[in-house]
């Protein structure tokens, strides 16, 4: 089981066998008193960054770091090393703010018009589909950045998964560069990569001091640009640990809300393709004909699968729902525990201090003394993160109702092909049907009157063979003494004819279905 392996940092195997590495330009944004960004690029300004400015556990500061890997198709920002979230938000927007000791934040602009359209031409590709595993940042630089942000290994199992989104959550020890050893809660979070620009998040949070690390892999300038203004109009509730998560289930929620309408309006146009009549393919060609069929069987395929992947979704909205409630009953406890802390934890004298909480779910955090300035700080933020999280709860469930209408929609639309599908072979079999009918009234035209001229036809061969003559030397009609042999011949080729008839047509098959039913 991998919970075994809770150490700091990722391990060396993960690192070269799940990740691979182009180093570039990097965003991160560190709100602690005041939300900076940063634009780093080169080994030795990570290694200076985290050294001064990345905050730590150990020091008990609150705050949260966000680092922004861009995939490999994106470029930087901005030449910019250090900024103000707000002008560097107004660089993105194409905006060039001065202001005194600061420094230009501008954007590119080919970067501001862009749009996916060279990703989703390569989605096909090896390249394309495993894009979020490349990280814009070397090998040794990820290594320390990875221990730096604590992140949890469980992360490399879920970047694995592609195609099948996962939420999961993990409390596990970690243990700081100065010995101290942390309880955290680990997020993590991957959307599907069956459609381009799928996105993971991990997220560890320490609730001893309410300081959270966030890596978000497979970011482009759009989505980087839509994260930094969510988490600025969140304000002091930007720390809390399930916001992240929260605001990647709004992006992907716009993002399966295109791709549904996009395939319903493909399956409806196959199901108006379902209503051609066997006389209009005569017209079309072979290749037509197939390419027709593979539309519609290619139509289906995307529509089924597409729910399976919406279905499989919602099932992560469910966990991310469930586990607001429990990131509430560890906001509700006040911060956990870490071994730096000298004052020994004293025993509560009874459960029903807590009566929210059942005594088999009482969080180490309640039964530890908090230092003193935690304390007030917990007094003040809890009751406003618990709002936050009752927020986010009810946006999720509300977005489980619109995916749970979206997955009606798909199979409304499954069925209404089907449907579809059966209208039209019935519609081809009354076709069928009535030529069918048609040809049966014509062959009964042709029979009566084949009746009419048989005797007629029958005795004119009859009379013009040479058994008859009808003009003799005595000027009587004179009939051939051999007339006999074609009498004869004419009765045994009947009977023959009749036995055979009988034989495979009525007599054979009784013989086979007695022979059957007593087997």
């Known amino acids: 089981m991998d919970w075994v392996r809770d150490t700091l940092g990722l391990h060396g195997s993960d690192l070269d066998r799940v990740f691979k590495y ?3 330009a990097t965003t991160v944004l560190c709100i602690n008193d005041q939300a900076i960004v940063h634009e780093i690029e080169t080994h030795e300004e990570w290694q200076t960054w985290l050294e001064q400015d990345c905050p730590s556990p150990k020091d008990c500061e609150s705050g949260l770091v966000v680092l922004f890997a861009k995939r490999s198709t994106e470029s930087s920002t901005s030449n910019a090393k250090q900024t103000s979230e707000n002008i560097f938000l ?7 703010p001065v202001q005194e000791n600061s420094v230009q934040s501008s954007c590119p602009p ?3 018009t862009r749009n996916h359209s060279d990703e989703k031409q390569d989605s096909s590709s090896a390249v394309a589909r495993h894009s979020l595993r490349t990280i814009p940042l070397s090998r040794s630089t990820f290594e320390i950045i990875a221990r730096a942000f604590y992140m949890h290994s469980s992360i490399s199992r879920v970047i694995s998964r592609a195609d099948i989104p996962a939420f999961t959550h993990t409390k596990a020890t970690m243990e700081d560069e100065h010995g101290s050893k942390h309880e955290v809660s680990v997020f993590n979070l991957r959307t599907s990569n069956a459609w381009p620009m799928d996105l993971a998040l991990t997220v560890t949070y320490f609730p001893h001091c309410n300081l959270m690390f966030a890596f978000i892999f497979g970011c482009d300038l759009e989505i980087e640009e839509e994260i930094l203004s969510r988490l600025r109009l969140a304000g002091n509730t930007a720390t809390h640990p399930l916001l992240l998560p929260g605001i990647i289930v709004e992006i992907e929620r716009r993002r399966h809300v295109q791709i549904v309408d996009d395939i319903v309006d493909e399956v409806e146009a196959r199901i108006y393709q379902l209503e051609i009549r066997p006389g209009t393919e005569e017209s079309m060609t072979t290749s037509q004909i197939e390419k027709l069929h593979k539309d519609k069987r290619s139509a289906w395929l995307n529509i089924t699968y597409t729910r399976n992947c919406l ?6 909205l469910e966990n991310i729902a469930l586990h607001v409630d429990e990131v509430n009953r560890l906001l509700l406890g006040g911060y956990g525990w870490s071994s730096n802390l000298t004052t020994p934890p004293p025993t509560p004298n009874s459960y029903e201090e807590y009566p929210l909480i059942g005594k088999e779910e009482i969080p180490i955090a309640l039964v530890q003394p908090l230092p003193e300035h935690s304390a007030l700080c917990h007094e003040k933020s809890s009751n406003i993160y618990l709002v936050v999280g009752y927020q986010i709860k ?4 509300a977005i489980i109702e619109e995916y749970d209408d979206k ?3 798909c199979s ?3 069925e209404g092909m089907a449907m579809a599908t059966q209208w039209a072979q019935g519609e081809t079999s009354l076709e069928i049907a009535k030529a069918t009918r048609r040809d049966s009234e014509h062959m009964r035209s042709i029979a009566l009157v084949t009746m009419i001229f048989l005797p007629g036809t029958f005795f004119a061969g009859v009379f013009s063979m040479t058994f008859f003559d009808w003009s003799g030397n005595s000027g009587q009609p004179v009939v051939s003494k051999y007339i006999w042999i074609y009498v004869l011949f004419t009765l045994l080729v009947t009977l023959i004819t009749i036995g055979l008839w009988y034989y495979f047509n009525i007599y054979r098959r009784q013989w086979l279905t007695s022979n059957t039913s007593t087997v």
């Open 311 to 316: 279905q499989s979704w919602r099932k992560q």
């Open 394 to 397: 009810s946006r999720t469930l």
């Open 22 to 24: 182009e180093p570039k």
């Open 407 to 409: 997955i009606r929609e």
């Open 110 to 112: 080919d970067i501001k």
């Open 412 to 414: 409304l639309r499954i």
């Open 90 to 96: 107004a660089g993105m927007d194409g905006e060039q």
